[in-house]
């Protein structure tokens, strides 16, 4: 049976949703594993590559569409991520706001790298 606080909560919006990104960088770029966990513990395993937050279905569209697989680097790929994230919300979207990392096979140790902001507009160019 539900008690009145299972129906409210699974259909009213839930202050903090969370996702998480999970990724393994395997030695070979057949290896990698990347994971999507949804704010309800709801697991997704992607290819390739992975939108989440707002408007995450539409900017992955924007992105799916633009997109050649693989693409051929880091700055075409910054670039159709931009686009697209201009394109899903409609908006000139400051890529000062953003937070970009990649994944470095070849890192010995974390394989997790932050591009600093100073980069961005080399990436764009």
């Given at each position: 049976?539900?008690?009145?606080?299972?129906?409210?909560?699974?259909?009213?919006?839930?202050?903090?949703?969370?996702?998480?990104?999970?990724?393994?960088?395997?030695?070979e770029?057949?290896?990698n594993?990347?994971?999507?966990?949804?704010?309800?513990?709801?697991?997704?395993?992607?290819?390739?590559?992975?939108?989440?937050?707002?408007?995450?279905?539409?900017?992955?569209?924007?992105?799916?569409?633009?997109?050649?697989?693989?693409?051929?680097?880091?700055?075409?790929?910054?670039?159709?991520?931009?686009?697209?994230?201009?394109?899903?919300?409609?908006?000139?979207?400051?890529?000062?706001?953003?937070?970009?990392?990649?994944?470095?096979r070849?890192?010995?140790?974390?394989?997790?790298?932050?591009?600093?902001?100073?980069?961005?507009?080399?990436?764009?160019?």
């Amino acid at each position: 049976t539900r008690r009145p606080s299972d129906l409210i909560f699974s259909q009213e919006q839930k202050p903090f949703e969370v996702e998480i990104l999970l990724a393994q960088v395997g030695e070979e770029a057949g290896q990698n594993e990347l994971y999507r966990i949804s704010f309800d513990g709801t697991i997704f395993q992607e290819q390739s590559f992975v939108v989440i937050g707002g408007r995450s279905e539409a900017i992955l569209s924007a992105i799916r569409q633009g997109s050649g697989n693989p693409l051929p680097n880091l700055q075409a790929a910054f670039s159709l991520c931009v686009r697209s994230l201009r394109t899903a919300t409609d908006h000139d979207v400051s890529v000062e706001g953003l937070e970009v990392a990649v994944l470095k096979r070849q890192q010995v140790g974390r394989k997790f790298s932050r591009i600093p902001q100073v980069d961005f507009p080399a990436l764009l160019s």
